[in-house]
């Protein structure tokens, strides 16, 4: 009980010497807004990072492999596979024929052409000749209109399904289904408009918003076919485990372009899981950088509480010494003094939250979509408590070493 009341005590005293010099616990605060500030907007960041690039790279398909000329993650020397052989389009027809356990199969291959519809022109969009076959091995759908059909596929109908920033750029408030726009020399009718996905330019790779979907026939009859390099998506039936379908492909790929037994495969099979690995890894390290940025700014701030505390017991030391003459113990004198650091960090902790929802808000706004959890939110507020109790430390410790009597007699 009497511990209660001791702490309590503190506790009181600790505020009444934080309001009696509200100037200079606003200035000592201001490192801690800033380091707390930092520290919630890296973390909030690089969760919405991370929740945007899954949603982006989601509709690839957790389930389904791709068959390429090269990794899509490349580690080690990048010209081991320059000299690759294109994949073709027949070999994913002997693919469709071999292999047991795919649901599906899609062969696709893209170029870049410029796009118009009347007289807006969008350069360097990505062209993707496909077949019916994607909305069995991709996550996304159209938004509105439709899909390309076998029947676009197999009589070459200049058809195309565009992504949501070429709608948005090109046609703005226009509906562009059965419009009609130029992609390169060709006109081409438009029959759909896919989702809004983002993008995993974080990698290099594509905006998905900025392709649009042409027939694979369409394609070739538009834009040509040779020296033209294919990749594959291989759908697994259900209940297969994903393993042993990626060994089927890499046999059945062997076969089909009649490598030896001592060659090396001359193909890459890449999936999802690939992408976020390698997505963790790099933003492992941005956050880890960010951290120990912002962590210096924080241990400044505590070095700001540390001088501030040195000068209150310093200013305070007769009043340390009254409280010691009438009983007292050194755990209160401690306990008062770590209230009193604590507590102004604490107060700055608060302020650069406060703070980090309006940029958090902004972000989100402007950016991507962005927001605080609240395990950020406690991991802010005990940051500022350690901060606190740290910088506190030293100079409470020398509050509570002080001798009584010459402490009375401090002016």
Not at 155 to 166: D, P
Not at 247 to 275: A, W
Not at 337 to 349: A, D, H, K, M, Q
Request: aromatic share 8%; charged share 20%.
């Amino acid at each position: 009980m009497k511990a209660l009341y001791d702490t309590t005590e503190s506790l009181k005293i600790a505020l009444a010497a934080i309001k009696a010099n509200k100037s200079r616990g606003v200035l000592t605060t201001l490192g801690i807004v800033i380091g707390i500030l930092a520290v919630v907007t890296t973390m909030t960041a690089a969760n919405g990072l991370g929740n945007t690039f899954k949603e982006s790279i989601s509709a690839l398909g957790s389930d389904v492999l791709y068959v390429s000329r090269r990794p899509w993650v490349i580690s080690g020397n990048f010209f081991q596979f320059r000299n690759r052989k294109n994949l073709q389009l027949k070999e994913a027809e002997k693919l469709q024929q071999r292999l047991r356990n795919a649901i599906a199969i899609n062969p696709t291959t893209n170029t870049t052409k410029n796009v118009k519809y009347r007289s807006t022109v969008l350069e360097n969009i990505t062209i993707i000749g496909t077949t019916d076959k994607h909305m069995m091995v991709s996550a996304s759908v159209p938004e509105t209109g439709r899909f390309l059909t076998s029947f676009d596929v197999q009589f070459k109908r200049n058809a195309c399904v565009i992504g949501a920033e070429i709608k948005e750029h090109l046609f703005e408030n226009v509906d562009p289904i059965n419009k009609r726009m130029k992609i390169g020399r060709y006109n081409y009718r438009i029959i759909g408009v896919m989702e809004k996905q983002g993008s995993a330019g974080f990698f290099g790779g594509p905006n998905f918003d900025r392709q649009i979907f042409v027939p694979i026939t369409s394609f070739m009859k538009s834009f040509g076919s040779k020296n033209r390099d294919f990749n594959i998506a291989v759908k697994a039936r259900p209940n297969v485990s994903l393993e042993d379908f990626e060994y089927e492909v890499v046999g059945e790929m062997r076969k089909i372009r009649k490598l030896k037994p001592t060659d090396d495969d001359d193909f890459s099979i890449n999936q999802m899981n690939q992408l976020v690995g390698a997505y963790n890894n790099v933003m492992g390290v941005v956050v880890l950088i960010g951290l120990v940025i912002t962590g210096i700014s924080l241990f400044v701030g505590g070095i700001g509480v540390m001088n501030i505390m040195f000068v209150s017991v310093t200013e305070r030391t007769r009043e340390i010494g009254i409280r010691k003459a009438i009983g007292a113990k050194r755990r209160a004198i401690l306990t008062q003094f770590l209230f009193e650091s604590s507590t102004i960090c604490l107060i700055g902790g608060v302020i650069g939250l406060v703070l980090a929802f309006g940029v958090t808000a902004l972000i989100s706004k402007f950016v991507m979509p962005a927001s605080i959890s609240m395990p950020i939110v406690v991991v802010a507020i005990l940051v500022s408590i350690m901060t606190g109790i740290l910088s506190g430390l030293i100079p409470a410790f020398k509050a509570a070493k002080l001798n009584p009597i010459e402490a009375l007699r401090y002016e």
